[in-house]
């Protein structure tokens, strides 16, 4: 493979993936290899596409591992990417505003699919203000094995026909998959996410939600997504 020399400016966001990918293996949020870390690069940065290697541990990453490819999904440098790339690029094509994304195999988010969610198009119901502000609606993913291609169709196919813009789905028993503006923006949407579907299960899947009065104030206040 050719070992093709990076701009000066693809350095921060390497580091900032590696210092994400520890954060999430240090709680929990993924084990082992599971899980990947993915961003669209400007320009400036080269172009393209850094994303973490398959089989790799998010707690132990090395910038240099990080695969980057261009917007074909050619590989330009680093280890073998990750099997969820074209899961990465179909998300970035639907969701313009997406400069990372994230996938974790989260504990109880993973717990509540096994379960049975609130429903299909929303694995949760509205219980916080910072979920309705900060994640807004999760659909379910129906179950295909990791790394299936046709799962990059489904999500994309949620994410064009969607009322309102998302930010996450849910792989049915596999995990979350979150973008935002940038690993730090994405890992604060994963953790309220997570810790939304904890509340809910410590709960019995009992609590009620918020109204639509309040959750209609959100959205006046707030821009809230839901």
């Known amino acids: ?130 979920q309705v502000m900060k994640v807004g609606h999760v659909p379910l993913i129906a179950y295909r094995r990791p790394g299936h291609p046709a799962v990059a169709d489904d999500v994309a196919a949620r994410i064009e026909h969607a009322a309102r813009p998302l930010r996450a789905v849910m792989l049915e028993r596999l995990g979350p998959t979150v973008w935002h503006t940038s690993p730090a923006a994405a890992m604060a949407l994963l953790e309220e996410l997570e810790e939304t579907a904890r509340l809910w299960l410590l709960g019995a899947r009992a609590i009620k939600p918020l109204s639509d009065a309040q959750i209609d104030e959100l959205r006046t206040q707030f821009n809230a997504p839901w």
Request: hydrophobic share 40%; glycine share 8%; charged share 15%.
């Open 1 to 130: 493979m050719s070992k093709a020399v990076w701009p000066e400016a693809q350095n921060t966001i390497r580091s900032e993936i590696v210092r994400v990918g520890a954060s999430m293996f240090q709680r929990g949020y993924v084990h082992s290899t599971a899980g990947n870390i993915s961003a669209r690069l400007i320009p400036e940065q080269g172009g393209g596409f850094l994303i973490t290697p398959t089989d790799a541990c998010l707690g132990v990453l090395d910038p240099a591992q990080l695969a980057w490819v261009d917007e074909s999904g050619t590989q330009l440098s680093g280890d073998r990417a990750s099997k969820t790339l074209t899961l990465h690029r179909r998300i970035y094509g639907s969701a313009p505003e997406a400069h990372c994304v994230l996938h974790s195999h989260a504990t109880h988010l993973v717990a509540l699919t096994l379960q049975g969610v609130w429903r299909d198009d929303d694995i949760l119901p509205p219980l916080t203000p910072y």
